[in-house]
């Protein structure tokens, strides 16, 4: 089974700007999840989703925005970019029924200048 | 306030020892732990769980002890590889909300 798959990988945007990242789940999986990593914060939870629908949120201003499509591919755009939006982007998939397990894609890095 | 604390932001191990991995919670809702591995480049990739309901869970060289009173879980590693050098990170989840929550990571570094 190919894993989960995130593009682009390397995205530079300028300050205003808006940004759409992209996440392709494990086959068969349902729930896709997002996280912001920073050198300072870590893995931050952006939101979750799960049959096209928004099942949890982190604590992310409005500016943050996810979408779930049927066949459980998701995007994540971020409007108005600021300087501290620079981050590794992270998406993970999870198994029905094994919800708590899950499988990250290799990131999108975003440089805002 | 940070609810997922690994304190120990490194740490340097002999190839053959034993490398301990430390991560301290705040939450009682978290009911399930997990660990993950992250090599540069990659994301993080799934290691060792377990549910609030053990203390202890074994999977080849990897062991992750629970301890649910002190609020504190570890993962032990024996014997410790070259190729075990990446950053660990803890995360808790509290099923219900469904939600993980990351600590900061511990780099670890298996010297040969």
């Known amino acids: 089974k190919a894993g989960v798959t995130q593009t682009p990988r390397y995205l530079i945007k300028t300050r205003g700007q808006q940004v759409t990242l992209s996440c392709s789940p494990i086959s068969g999986h349902r729930s896709v999840s997002w996280y912001q990593q920073t050198p300072g914060q870590g893995l931050q939870f952006l939101f979750e989703y799960f049959s096209e629908t928004q099942r949890n949120k982190g604590n992310f201003p409005g500016r943050f925005s996810g979408r779930q499509f049927s066949n459980s591919r998701s995007e994540m755009n971020v409007s108005t970019l600021e300087l501290g939006d620079s981050a590794l982007y992270l998406c993970?998939?999870?198994?029905?029924?094994?919800?708590?397990?899950?499988?990250f894609g290799a990131g999108t890095r975003l440089s805002v200048l | 306030d940070q609810q997922v604390k690994q304190n120990s932001p490194s740490l340097s191990v002999q190839e053959g020892r034993i490398s301990i991995l430390n991560c301290d919670y705040t939450n009682s809702m978290f009911d399930y732990f997990l660990w993950y591995k992250k090599y540069p480049a990659e994301g993080p990739t799934f290691l060792i769980s377990?549910?609030?309901?053990?203390d202890k869970n074994e999977d080849g060289r990897f062991t992750v002890f629970l301890n649910k009173s002190a609020k504190h879980l570890s993962l032990h590693i024996v014997p410790s590889q070259p190729g075990d050098s990446a950053v660990y990170f803890c995360a808790a989840r509290d099923t219900n909300a469904g939600k993980s929550t990351f600590g900061d990571g511990t780099t670890l570094t298996v010297k040969p």
């Open positions: 993970a998939s999870s198994p029905e029924g094994l919800r708590n397990i899950q499988y």
């Open positions: 377990i549910s609030s309901i053990k």
